[in-house]
C-alpha cells in the first residue's frame, strides 16, 4: 500500500486552501503535484436556478482550482518539476444544456489553464484533463 494521509479542506474558502498548501509544504518539505479534481454540479435549468447556486457552482469548479493552484505555486516552483493537473470537463468545450453554469465553470478552468500554462512555463507545468461522463 502507499503511505498518504487526508486533510479536509473547503477549497472554496482561499485562506483555508492558503493554510493547507502551508501546512502540507511544512509537514513534507514541498510538494510536486497538484490535481485539482474538486467539483462537479446537479442539472438546474438556467431560467430558474438561484445566483446563490450559480455561484456556487462556479466557486467550486473555477474558483476553488484558481485558488489551490496560487497558494500551491511557489511550493511547486522550488520543487525539481512541479506541475499542476486540472480536471475539466467536455461540459467546458461544448453545450451543456441544464448545466450551464458547470459548462461556464469548466470552460472558464480551460482558458485559465491555457493562459497558466504560459505564464508559469518553465516554473510549473500546467496540464488539464478533459473527461467526459465517468461512472462514479
Known sequence: PVPGEFRSCDVRDP???????????ADHGGFDVVVNNAGGAPTMDAATDSPNFTRKIVELNLLAPMY???FAHRHLAAADDGCIVNIASLSGVRPSPSNSAYGAAKAGLLG???SLAIEWGGQVRVNAVVVGMVRT
Do not use: F
Not at 485562506?15 to 509544504?25: P, R, Y
Open 112 to 114: 485559465w489553464n491555457r
Open 68 to 70: 489551490v493552484s496560487r
Open 15 to 25: 485562506a483555508a486552501v492558503e493554510a493547507l498548501c502551508d501546512g502540507v509544504g
